[in-house]
């Protein structure tokens, strides 16, 4: 039988690797032979160790060579053939090797303890060397191959599971494939913008498992000295390293060590970046503008559709989008109180994050106009969707019908206001406001309109609060939602029972 390149077996039986320095580089090793014990006496496994120490030392070689290194210390060529020749104690990982039928073949690593965990990591940066060295060449050879990567989060436990191995550029497609059943095209295209865009960086042959913070800081860098603004750079790091991003799907996926996330925390906005995102963003309405957008003049040239969007816009603080998706069974009574569910439960249903899922009572104001009515019309005669002009396959979500209509009754009523960002999300923020205003406490504002508070305490320690009290208050502690008073006079919208005309917030019918 032939005996694989670099193999020689001692009288023992056990297997050795045996690697000859190359000639021009005998002087500066200090040695023409190298030789290491790979201690077993299976001749499969030994010829693995031998491939990974071979695929080593040659790149070592070529570093050497490139480099034009002269002489290494004893210490730094300690250091390095340590390095390489850790591969030598694998007799704790199974390689498993497939071959698809369209050529691709998958590597498996089984992992099975902190101490295999270490070593993958040291194999892992031997794959690496190639693409650090093209990046680094201005750098000392000792201080590209010794430096070892900080272990990226807490020690393996005994249930880590195998890694695949697998191209960034497979991995690109493979993850795009999954966003896009489930995402908006608008979405969709900004997350394949994102992942391209690291892929163009670090090369479509580069290995996912690789991947190191030090190439993503890199990454941003280089994005940041071709202009790129820090908004531009926190959206690209929130869908690289962000909740759903490509790095929590590699590492869901088997592709990438569970831990660190590797592409967050590199950016975020310094506090004058925070001040003036602040001035730039939308503004509340004072509560003339509110009287002038919701005056009945005004309201007439609306649609009634548009019309009872942008009250609820007005009156419970909910998204475009989460207005716009409403399903008719979303209005429903629960303890005797009129409520709207904002949810991800229907088809086409989508929420920002896990705390916009929420229940939210109804204003009296709401209920005066005629709104129950309205949606006992549409449940009448059938309708599942509550706006149905709100497209669930829209390009920018099922916000964007309402969003346009509304930004075009803002532009006609708004002609002569001071030059501000105002839009329906203002809508939001007035609401916001105006519970803030009339001291309701934090806590119920956020469980309200759906915003998740900072601090760690309220998520781990608060409890959900009752549908009443989110109308009517927490005891003389904070008031709730009916504590709103936009005092705005209404005529009957279409939908209502009744032909009338409403004082808001100042009564019953006039």
Sequence with gaps: MRIPHHLSRSATGRWSFVQRVPVALQSVLDCRLIKRTLRTKDLAQAHVRAVVLGSGYARLFAQLTDQRVDKLSKRDADLLIARLTSAENLQELTLNRTRQPNGVVTEQWQIDNPRDLKLYRLMMELDALDAENARSQTLPVSAQSISTPAPRGPVASATTPAIETLTLGKARDAFLATLKPSSLPKTYTIKKTAIEALVAFLGPKAKVHAITRSDLARWYQYMREKGASTPTLTNKQSYIGGKGGFFEWAMASGHYPRGDNPASGHVSYSQREKRARKKLGFKAYDRAQIQALFAPEALVKLSESARWASLLGLY???????????????????????????????????????????TVPLHPDLLKMGFLEWVDGKRKVGEIRLFPAAKATAVNGQGNWITKAFSRHLSEVGKGWEPAKRGFHSLRKTFIQELQGAGVVSELRAQIVGHELDDEHHSTYSREFSVNEKLKGVGSRSPGIQSLQYHLTLSATAGATSKRTITAGNGGAQ
């Design 316 to 358: 419970t603080g909910a998204r475009a989008s989460e207005v716009g998706q409403l399903l008719v069974k979303d209005v429903f009574e629960e303890d005797g109180i009129p409520c709207i569910r904002i949810s991800d439960e229907g088809e086409h249903q989508k929420v920002k994050t896990e705390v916009s899922l929420r």
